[in-house]
């Protein structure tokens, strides 16, 4: 744990974590939070409330590029109060808001939504040191874990307990109060010797955006594709068994099991390489398919969920040691535009996979989108090193042992650590 207590002592960085996850809980649950609305309080169907989700999702992952290039040349603190802004007009305005208008202001406010994650992990690359950001960044995915874990399920019992236009309206101020305290502690972006260089020009997007950039993209997109995917595997598999209301608890053993992984992962000596990483993630969800009951499902959660939150925290680490600090806003944004495809496109991938077959084969499916998107990754890296000598692979990654960039796969360095982890 030394190395846990050394990141928190990190100036401003301990409340950084603690006013995040405020907002990361309830940006955890808005899609949950605006379903149960169109449902409860519009009294449409659950296709309409869909609808909406969709809007909401699909600004969200239009959005993170957006907002993290006006975080590069505006500041955290200016986007986060202009956002928080937007965000606190959207929910309060909801429950008088026609559904036909909603659904064009649910992506207008995904668009603009708060960037508490992409703020968090640019923080900590900017104030960790490079023995400590990869157990940061495991916090950072510990944290992500602990909003979903507690976001919805409050969601589904102050719908039990308020009327809809209230529940609404509690996750909005919940939204604007944790994007506010961003604001106002307003983190460093940048490291002291970045600082110091003073403005920067911005490198072209194809300097930066390159092989391995795109690798680490496409299994960041292939690891919420898996995760997306294994909910709903597991909501079918427990229909089929009569046992729906088990869902809960199999959904927090995975939660629990991806806290522990990501704590334990952040104390090891040297990172694994992020396709490894995904592809294990990928073989430990297709034993699931065995399972016909919430017991059987509880015991594949726990091999699965370990993966998860290492897995996570490597793709952050990685996009945050290949982007350049003028455009790591930029970078980041396109980490979460990533994060939030692989959530749209799973559900409905995996469920075309159930229709056709069986629930079983949905572990399947989200099983194998992830190891095709982890080969991917590793073939995009590879495929871009063996185009250069030597000596420019190196400079190209710029990477040292035991730093973030042993996690980008294809790189120098991400082979000893495949080796030193087998």
């Given at each position: 744990m030394i190395r846990y207590r050394?990141?928190?002592?990190?100036?401003?960085?301990?409340?950084?974590?603690?006013?995040?996850?405020l907002a990361r809980a309830a940006l955890a649950a808005d899609v949950m939070t605006l379903t149960l609305y169109v449902v409860l309080g519009l009294h449409r169907s659950y296709a309409a409330a869909g609808a909406v989700a969709a809007a909401l999702t699909t600004g969200l992952a239009l959005g993170g590029p957006l907002l993290g290039r006006m975080i590069d040349r505006r500041g955290a603190r200016i986007v986060l109060l202009s956002t928080t802004a937007v965000q606190a007009v959207f929910w309060l305005?909801?429950?008088?808001?026609?559904?036909?208008?909603?659904?064009?202001?649910?992506?207008?406010?995904?668009?603009?939504?708060?960037?508490?994650?992409?703020?968090?992990?640019?923080?900590i690359s900017a104030t960790t040191t490079a023995g400590q950001r990869r157990a940061a960044f495991a916090l950072e995915s510990v944290q992500g874990e602990l909003s979903y874990v507690l976001g919805p399920p409050i969601v589904i019992l102050c719908a039990a307990a308020t009327s809809p236009g209230a529940m609404v309206w509690g996750a909005g101020a919940a939204i604007a109060?944790?994007?506010?305290?961003?604001?106002?502690?307003?983190?460093?972006?940048?490291?002291?010797?970045?600082?110091?260089a003073?403005?920067?020009?911005?490198?072209?997007?194809?300097?930066?955006?390159?092989?391995?950039?795109?690798?680490?993209?496409?299994?960041?997109?292939?690891?919420?594709?898996?995760?997306?995917?294994?909910e709903l595997a597991v909501v079918a598999t427990l229909r089929?068994?009569?046992?729906?209301?088990?869902?809960?608890?199999?959904?927090?053993?995975?939660?629990?099991?991806?806290?522990?992984g990501g704590l334990v992962y952040g104390t090891l000596s040297r990172p694994l390489p992020t396709w490894l990483l995904l592809a294990g993630l990928g073989l430990a969800t297709v034993p699931a398919a065995l399972a016909h009951s919430w017991p059987g499902l509880c015991v594949a959660g726990i091999g699965a969920g370990l993966?998860?939150?290492?897995?996570?925290?490597?793709?952050?680490?990685?996009?945050?040691?290949?982007?350049?600090?003028?455009?790591?806003?930029?970078?980041?944004?396109?980490?979460?535009?990533?994060?939030?495809?692989?959530?749209?496109?799973?559900?409905?991938?995996?469920?075309?996979?159930?229709?056709?077959?069986?629930?079983?084969?949905?572990?399947?499916?989200a099983g194998l989108a992830g190891l095709a998107t982890a080969l991917t990754g590793y073939l995009l890296s590879r495929r871009s090193n063996a185009?250069?000598?030597?000596?420019?692979?190196?400079?190209?990654?710029?990477?040292?042992?035991?730093?973030?960039?042993?996690?980008?796969?294809?790189?120098?360095?991400?082979?000893?650590?495949c080796h030193a982890g087998s």
């Open positions: 050394q990141v928190l002592a990190v100036p401003g960085l301990a409340a950084l974590l603690g006013v995040s996850l305005s909801v429950p008088v808001l026609p559904y036909p208008v909603l659904l064009g202001a649910a992506f207008a406010a995904g668009l603009l939504m708060v960037p508490a994650q992409l703020v968090t992990r640019q923080a109060l944790g994007g506010a305290g961003i604001a106002l502690l307003n983190p460093p972006l940048r490291a002291e010797g970045e600082a110091e003073g403005p920067t020009v911005r490198p072209r997007r194809r300097e930066w955006l390159g092989p391995h950039m795109i690798a680490v993209l496409v299994m960041a997109f292939g690891t919420t594709v898996l995760l997306s995917g294994t089929a068994a009569g046992q729906v209301s088990w869902a809960g608890l199999v959904v927090a053993v995975y939660g629990v099991s991806s806290v522990v993966l998860t939150a290492p897995t996570l925290s490597t793709v952050a680490d990685a996009v945050s040691g290949l982007a350049p600090a003028a455009v790591r806003g930029e970078a980041t944004g396109l980490q979460s535009s990533a994060l939030s495809a692989g959530f749209a496109v799973g559900s409905p991938v995996v469920g075309a996979a159930i229709d056709l077959s069986a629930p079983a084969s949905g572990f399947a499916a185009g250069r000598r030597p000596s420019d692979a190196v400079g190209a990654v710029g990477s040292e042992p035991g730093t973030a960039l042993d996690a980008v796969p294809g790189s120098p360095s991400s082979a000893v650590s």
